[in-house]
C-alpha cells in the first residue's frame, strides 16, 4: 500500500507493524503498574510506621529533601507515561 503525502498511516488488525504498538502499549502499562505499585507501597508504609518514615523523608540528600525527589519523581513517571500514550495515539507528536 502507498500513501500519498496528504494521507496518514494508521496500523490495523493483521499488519505486522501493529506488534510494535503493541509493545509501546505494553511498556506504557508496565510503566503505569510500577508507579502505582510503588506509590501504593508508599503510603502502607507511611501509614504503618508514620513516625520513622516522617524522619526519614526530611533527610536531605545533596540538598534536595527525600520527599521532594519522591515526588517529583513521580510527577516526572507520570508525565512521560502520559507523553507516550498521547504520541502513540497520535494526539500529541513531539519529534527530537
Same mark, same amino acid.
Given at each position: 500500500?502507498?500513501? $500519498? $503525502?496528504?494521507?496518514? =498511516?494508521?496500523? #490495523?488488525? @493483521?499488519?505486522?507493524? +501493529?506488534?510494535? =504498538?503493541?509493545?509501546? %502499549? !505494553?511498556?506504557?502499562? %508496565?510503566? /503505569? +503498574?510500577?508507579?502505582? #505499585? !510503588? ?10 510506621? /508514620? *513516625? *520513622?518514615?516522617?524522619?526519614? &523523608? *526530611? +533527610? $536531605?540528600?545533596? @540538598?534536595?529533601?527525600? *520527599?521532594?525527589?519522591? $515526588? &517529583? #519523581?513521580?510527577?516526572?513517571?507520570? %508525565? ?9 495515539? #497520535?494526539? /500529541?507528536?513531539?519529534?527530537?
Amino acid at each position: 500500500m502507498v500513501l $500519498e $503525502e496528504t494521507q496518514r =498511516w494508521t496500523p #490495523g488488525i @493483521g499488519d505486522p507493524t +501493529m506488534m510494535g =504498538w503493541v509493545t509501546v %502499549a !505494553a511498556c506504557v502499562f %508496565a510503566v /503505569f +503498574m510500577f508507579v502505582r #505499585g !510503588a506509590s501504593l507501597v508508599f503510603i502502607i508504609v507511611r501509614v504503618t510506621s /508514620f *513516625h *520513622h518514615v516522617d524522619l526519614m &523523608l *526530611h +533527610m $536531605e540528600i545533596g @540538598g534536595w529533601r527525600l *520527599h521532594w525527589i519522591l $515526588e &517529583l #519523581g513521580g510527577i516526572a513517571c507520570i %508525565a512521560l507515561t502520559v507523553l507516550a500514550r498521547t504520541q502513540q495515539l #497520535g494526539i /500529541f507528536n513531539l519529534r527530537i
